[in-house]
Structure formats: structure tokens, C-alpha cells
């Protein structure tokens, strides 16, 4: 029968549990017996249970293994990190893989894969991860289904009369586009209940697109190719017969 392994997080969960057993008068051995253990492995993990504690939870071992490659700048890293994050910049992966690669030139000429890997490994040890900004959810497709039946029976004749011109049918979608683009996610700490982003002064000023087809196939757009209608013939991208 193969030997079962534990994580540190289920062995102070058993610790916790003999030392309850033992206070209400229970011995060792008969509560080794019930977990399935031997006493010696309780008295082992019992002395190391401050290690045990400081270890990472998820692990089945108290040994931390090899060095980081990023051991030997890590507390800078941090402090780098930190420092942004108090002013609520927005950081990602790659940000920490640059910041890294200046402060250690040894880092920078590693693979992309090992950096990349490094560095998740270095985020999941001290409790850091993608977190996203809080936002309110649109409408889901279900709830607007009425309203949209609705409006479909309603435009619908008005469109297929004999006087109504497919080229002069138009179905126009906007789109705002904003001169900066403020990051949505960020890596932050984990159990952090607000994530906040900086944005800069101007983050509210946008363009808006406008990209609009007429129901013969025929785009609004002189730069822009043109679907082909139903004889098989397109629109030129020079021509003026219909332009912005």
C-alpha cells in the first residue's frame, strides 16, 4: 500500500485535532491509530509545527528547494512594486519581467520562458495576483430579447417597402476610443478587497468610430474594403459614391 502524503495546511489540521484529542484525555497512539499515522510522525511534525506554519500552505514539504533566480533582488523588486502600487499604478506581468531584467543583467539574458516562469513562481510565493477593477455588469442577452423582438417587428416593414433603396439602408455601430487606455487589471495582493488604478488626466477624453455598412453590402468608407453584394460586385475603395 503506497504511503499518503500530506500538505503542511492538512498537518496542522491534524496537530490541531490530536492536541484537542489530548486535552479531553486521549493518547497518541490511539489517535495516531485513527488518522492513520504513527505516533513518531506526530511527535516529528509537532516539533516542527512553527516551520510547519511558515510554510507554504499548498506544499507537502517544509524544504523551500533551490534558490529563485531572483533571489538576489527580490527585496528591490518588491520594494519597486509596492511603491507603485501605493500610488495606484497598474502592473503587469510583463512589467515585473522588465524591472527585473534592469536590475539584473544575468535575468535579462535568460529565455523568455524562464523569465516568465521565474516570475509566476516568484508572484504565487509572495501572494500576488491578476486582480480586476470592480465593474457593473451589462444587461444579459436574455432580459433584452422582448425589447428587441419588438423592435424588429416594428422596423422591419418599414424597410421592405418598394420605395426603400438598399443603398440608403444604413446600420451604423459606435465605438468610443480613448486617447489613453487605463489598464482594467493590475497585479496586486491577494485578499485585498479594493483595487484601485490611477488613470491620468486626460484618461475621459476619447474619439469616437463610427463604422457603418448599407443593406447592399457597401461600406461608408472610402480606406476601408467593401463587402461584395449579392451580383458579386464591390464597392472600389476610391469611389464616391459613398464616403465619410
Known amino acids: 500500500m503506497p504511503r499518503k502524503s500530506y500538505t503542511n495546511k492538512q498537518k ?3 496537530l490541531n485535532e490530536v492536541e484537542k484529542g489530548i486535552a479531553e484525555g486521549q493518547t497518541l497512539r490511539s489517535l495516531a491509530r485513527s488518522f492513520g499515522l504513527q505516533p513518531k510522525q506526530l511527535r516529528e511534525w509537532k516539533t516542527k509545527k512553527t516551520t510547519l506554519a511558515n510554510a507554504r500552505s499548498g506544499a507537502k514539504s517544509i524544504h523551500t528547494g533551490h534558490k529563485s533566480i531572483l533571489h538576489e533582488f527580490e527585496e528591490d523588486l518588491l520594494r519597486w512594486f509596492f511603491e507603485l502600487r501605493e500610488q495606484g499604478m497598474g502592473i503587469s506581468v510583463r512589467m515585473m519581467i522588465l524591472k527585473a ?8 539574458r535568460r529565455s523568455a520562458r524562464a523569465k516568465d516562469q521565474s516570475m509566476r513562481r516568484f508572484l504565487a510565493r509572495h501572494k500576488i495576483a491578476i486582480r480586476a477593477q470592480t465593474h457593473e455588469s451589462q444587461r444579459a442577452p436574455a432580459e433584452v430579447r422582448v425589447e428587441a423582438l419588438d423592435f424588429v417587428a416594428t ?4 424597410l421592405t417597402t418598394e420605395n426603400r433603396h438598399q443603398d440608403y439602408i444604413l446600420n451604423m455601430d459606435q465605438t468610443p476610443i480613448f486617447f489613453t487606455m487605463t489598464p482594467r487589471t493590475t497585479l496586486n495582493t491577494v485578499g485585498e478587497k479594493t483595487i484601485n488604478i490611477r488613470s491620468s488626466t486626460n484618461s ?7 463604422v457603418t455598412v448599407s443593406a447592399s ?18 464597392i472600389p475603395p476610391n469611389s464616391d459614391q459613398f464616403h465619410q
Open 204 to 210: 475621459t477624453m476619447r474619439a469616437t468610430v463610427a
Open 217 to 234: 453590402g457597401k461600406c461608408l468608407h472610402r480606406n476601408l474594403p467593401c463587402v461584395r453584394d449579392s451580383g458579386g460586385e464591390g
Open 101 to 108: 531584467s534592469e536590475l539584473k543583467a544575468d535575468y535579462r
Open 12 to 14: 496542522l489540521a491534524i
Open 155 to 158: 422596423i422591419r416593414p418599414m
